[in-house]
């Protein structure tokens, strides 16, 4: 089942001479379920690709459809609430909030929701994470790695259809980086959860189903081995 269709997007920022094209004409689609990773060079377009399909930025031109529905015809307020149900962010300097302890920016988006969190989701999750035992440190108390693992608790606990992750793991380790990754891995074979992901990282692009490459606001589909995957 198609998750996310991208329909010819363009994204210009400026105007006159410094007019940049930072997206020409993408188009593409992701299966549910489906890992892609997005590769390219810095600057080449592809944190501007991610704001897009996450309605953090607003494209010039094209569409976006999440699981069939049109993102950019919704009103502000109905876009909002379904990116938050929807759609789950990690960013490479993993945005927690330092005055709140782990477990309560793992749960923030819920409670974002006026939802109560289930209590045994909460514990799956700290225990996935392995941070049961620092679910009531706060971030600054925390390892980067550590820091990165919250941030990936926060996107996964609504349980989104989509994962958007940029750079994930570019403020971490090689072990760490690991990690991270296996955990986003497990979140798309287990819970059919889709991502896409951002990495400059060519050792992580080997776990994933799909590659995407951005050249000078270009997308390319290098494919990949879908339907091959190893458990
Ligand atoms: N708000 C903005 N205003 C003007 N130009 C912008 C803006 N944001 C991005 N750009 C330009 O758009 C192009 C694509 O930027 P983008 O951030 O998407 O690149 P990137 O592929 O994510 O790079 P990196 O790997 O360095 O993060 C760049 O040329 C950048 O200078
Ligand atoms: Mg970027």
Same mark, same amino acid.
């Given at each position: 089942m198609e998750i996310l269709k991208v329909e010819h997007l363009c994204k210009t920022y400026g105007k006159g001479e410094s007019l940049v094209e930072a997206l020409k004409d993408v188009c593409f689609t992701v299966e549910q379920g489906e890992f892609a990773a997005v590769v390219g060079e810095s600057g080449s377009g592809k944190s501007t690709l991610l704001n897009c399909i996450g309605a953090l930025d607003m494209p010039t031109s094209g569409n976006i459809f999440m699981d069939g529905k049109? @993102?950019? =015809?919704?009103?502000e307020e109905q876009q909002t609430i379904f990116r938050r149900r929807n759609i789950g962010f990690v960013f490479q300097s993993f945005? @927690?909030? =330092? /005055?709140? +302890?782990v477990e309560q920016n793992i749960i923030f988006p819920i409670l974002l929701d006026y939802q109560r969190p289930e209590p045994a989701a909460v514990e799956e999750i700290l225990e996935v994470l392995g941070l049961t035992d620092r679910r009531h440190h706060l971030p600054s108390q925390l390892s980067g790695g550590q820091q990165q693992r919250v941030a990936i608790g926060r996107a996964l606990i609504t349980r989104p259809k989509l994962i958007l992750a940029d /750079?994930? +793991?570019? $403020? @971490?380790d090689s072990k760490n980086s690991q990690d991270v990754m296996d955990l986003l891995v497990k979140a798309s074979r287990y819970y059919q959860q889709t991502i896409v992901m951002i990495t400059h #990282? #060519? $050792? @992580?692009?080997?776990?994933?189903d799909r590659v995407l490459r951005v050249s000078d606001g270009v997308l390319t589909d290098l494919g990949g081995k879908k339907n091959e995957k190893l458990s």
């Open positions: 049109d @993102l950019f =015809s919704m009103k945005q @927690l909030i =330092s /005055e709140l +302890t /750079e994930p +793991t570019g $403020n @971490l #990282n #060519n $050792n @992580l692009t080997a776990s994933v």
